[in-house]
């Protein structure tokens, strides 16, 4: 790693860090709840949304570099936007339209942008394709689990897959199947039977992916 490598996963990490301390600060006063969600348990302090941040922040920009910096550019998202999301879902099950939009729109923006500053059209199709068959496999998913997904999970998959995809097709589908690897693998230890929160393992297996192969 050169100088510039490592100035730029350090100005990534402490940039992530605070993003996460602000999502903290914001998750703490349980705005997201509705109002038939206002009795559930209190979450706790959720100390780890910073460092979530700052570690998929510095892996990111430690996997890409200064040379492939335009890369960041649709998949920094996950990195901030993920241990928000995870955290309400973790919480009430669900993952908020307004976040998902938000989390969507950041990450076509930064696709386009890429592709832009790349010059390489072939980035903004793979994103397409990556996001159409991130769908695909939701579909597939919930017919063949039925109600084990919700139409939150729907949302953010396609979201997932066009960020991760716009690396290679290779890293969405390492992206999914490290998520339902690792989501089947923790089932036994949930403590709530009820509904299942995906969202974490969406976002931890995207950073995973990304990290290791792309």
């Known amino acids: 790693m050169n100088a510039n490598d490592a100035l730029l996963m350090a100005v990534l990490t402490v940039l992530g860090a605070l993003i996460g301390i ?3 600060w914001r998750v703490s ?3 997201y709840r509705h109002d038939d969600e206002k009795d559930l348990p209190l979450p706790g302090a959720r100390w780890w949304i910073p460092i979530a941040a700052a ?3 510095g892996l990111l920009a430690w996997r890409f570099g200064i040379a492939r910096w335009p890369l960041l550019l649709p998949t920094l998202p996950v990195a901030w936007y993920g241990p928000w999301l995870s955290a309400i879902d973790l919480d009430v099950r669900r993952l908020p339209n307004r976040l ?3 989390h969507g729109a950041f990450v ?3 696709v386009a ?3 832009a500053i790349t010059t390489d059209s072939a980035l903004a199709l793979r994103a397409a394709a990556g996001g159409a068959l991130g769908f695909a496999v939701f579909w597939i998913l919930d017919h063949v689990l039925p109600g084990g997904f919700g139409w939150g999970d729907g949302k953010c998959v396609p979201i997932i897959g066009a ?4 690396i290679t097709l290779s890293v969405e589908w390492w992206t999914f199947l490290i998520a339902c690897l690792a989501a089947v693998a923790a089932t036994p230890f949930r403590r709530r039977r009820s509904a299942f929160p995906f969202g974490p393992w969406l976002f931890s297996g995207a950073v995973a992916a990304l990290t290791l192969f792309g």
């Open 22 to 24: 602000a999502t903290k």
């Open 29 to 31: 006063t349980l705005a």
């Open 55 to 57: 570690a998929a922040s």
């Open 100 to 102: 998902l939009v938000a």
């Open 108 to 110: 076509f923006a930064g």
């Open 113 to 115: 942008a890429a592709a």
């Open 163 to 166: 960020g991760t995809a716009s």
